[in-house]
Nanobody
Framework: QVQLVESGGGLVQAGGSLRLSCAAS????????MGWYRQAPGKQRELVAVIASGGSTNYADSVKGRFTISRDSAKNTVYLEMNSLKVEDTAVYYC???????????????WGKGTLVTVSS
């Protein structure tokens, strides 16, 4: 079984900062990529940022320059540093991991349960 456990969400004022963490545990051989998605009320889930096994990153245009994704490979953990937060960043943030497992050697998507980030004006 694979688990993704997120932490770090909460309430913050506009202009403030938060740091999200997501730790992967369980039976997998390797991590192909880890990332963060978010879903605001009434909207579709969207990519926020992703970091591949080689270290390359990709960000949504709306967060470029404000959010930074990083990882600690030894801890199978990915972080999302969010600065200059805006009211429109309010959403449930979901951790996603593409993991190579015994049933999916090429990789398979796993999701965390989500953590709520609320940015007040």
């Amino acid at each position: 079984q694979v688990q993704l456990v997120e932490s770090g969400g909460g309430l913050v004022q506009a202009g403030g900062s938060l740091r999200l963490s997501c730790a992967a545990s369980g039976s997998f051989f390797s991590i192909n990529a880890m990332g963060w998605y978010r879903q605001a009320p009434g909207k579709q889930r969207e990519l926020v940022a992703v970091i591949a096994s080689g270290g390359s990153t990709n960000y949504a245009d709306s967060v470029k320059g404000r959010f930074t994704i990083s990882r600690d490979s030894a801890k199978n953990t990915v972080y999302l540093e969010m600065n200059s937060l805006k009211v429109e960043d309010t959403a449930v943030y979901y951790c996603n991991a593409d993991l190579a497992t015994i049933v999916a050697i090429g990789g398979m998507d796993y999701w965390g349960k989500g953590t709520l980030v609320t940015v007040s004006s």
